[in-house]
């Protein structure tokens, strides 16, 4: 499957990627196939529990209403949740903003073993601060290079960074805050600043721009998910996670047979030496 995968610093231009299905990917294969990815991820993310070795922290940023909550409840479904953590992150706390902007991020990255989720992120502090103007544009500008140099930490630390821009369009928007609005179920999600944020539609685009041109690299792909399908979103995601987790398994495996085998010699011992057979 293609991939909307940009692994080199360099200009984006959101309107040269579609946020609709590929002509070609049918809702009823694509429903079949993210079944089949389900499984091969929840055995993925059981190796590489058992094994230690490695974490994934997948970042979902978004414009209102693009799906991060959909994306979150749809990758976690297929996990299994003993490994799984999700952090939302919103206006930051007094305490958080007396801190620097990466300090409350840090905290919750993935340990070995686990998967962490980002709803929202790191990414906010060059989207809406800089938007919105809530910090000066030499602060704003110089974090680029320090998201960079955090990403690299966590990468070097055997972290796989995957990061995912749900792709809508502001039609696609529209319909769904309208939606929400009509559906009782659905009213407590209603924010006014939900609709004065597509007055700033453009600025928004320029700053993800900037945000998946100037922070991807082989080491922490961005992905640009075409998002107007919920189905074809689920998709992307559940099919590009696999793909970054699937060079692991041999790895993981071979791990796993080994600590085995230190298992079963050192029940041996410890039998022989209890006069046990
Ligand atoms: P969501 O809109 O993701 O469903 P919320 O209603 O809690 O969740 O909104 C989170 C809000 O927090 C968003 O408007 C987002 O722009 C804002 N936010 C997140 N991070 C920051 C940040 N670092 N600085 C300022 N605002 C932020």
């Known amino acids: 499957m293609e991939f909307h995968r940009i692994d080199a610093p360099g200009r984006i231009n959101l309107e040269e990627i579609s946020p609709e299905p590929p002509e070609e990917v049918k809702k009823h294969e694509a429903k079949a196939r993210f079944d089949v990815l389900n499984d091969e991820l929840f055995g993925l993310q059981d190796l590489m529990w058992g094994a230690r070795t490695h974490s994934v922290l997948m970042v979902l940023q978004g414009r209102d209403a693009a799906g991060k909550d959909g994306a979150v409840k749809h990758v976690v479904g297929a996990l299994n949740p003993r490994g799984v953590r999700v952090t939302s992150f919103g206006v930051p706390s007094e305490k958080e903003k007396r801190h620097d902007f990466l ?12 998967v962490a989720i980002f709803n929202r992120s790191h990414y906010e502090d ?39 821009f749900l792709h809508i369009t502001e039609e696609e928007q529209k319909e769904r805050l309208l939606e929400r609005e009509k559906e009782p179920t659905d009213a407590w ?63 993981w495996r071979k791990t796993l047979d080994e600590t085995g085998k230190i298992g079963r010699r050192d029940l041996k011992e410890w039998r022989a030496a209890h006069g046990e057979t």
Request: charged share 30%.
């Open 189 to 251: 999600k209603l924010n006014v600043e939900d609709w004065r944020e597509r007055d700033q539609w453009d600025e928004f685009t320029a700053a993800n721009e900037d945000a998946i041109g100037k922070c991807a690299s082989k080491r922490a792909p961005w992905f640009v998910v075409p998002a107007n399908a919920k189905w074809y979103r689920n998709l992307v995601i559940a099919e590009s996670l696999a793909a970054a987790l699937r060079p692991f398994r041999k790895q």
């Open 126 to 164: 060059v989207l809406v601060v800089r938007v919105n103007k809530l910090a000066p544009r030499p602060i704003w500008k110089e974090r680029y290079r320090l998201i960079n140099a955090f990403e690299e930490t966590l990468v070097s630390g055997n972290c796989i960074v995957l990061k995912y």
């Open 103 to 114: 300090w409350r991020i840090h905290q919750h990255t993935p340990g070995a073993g686990e």
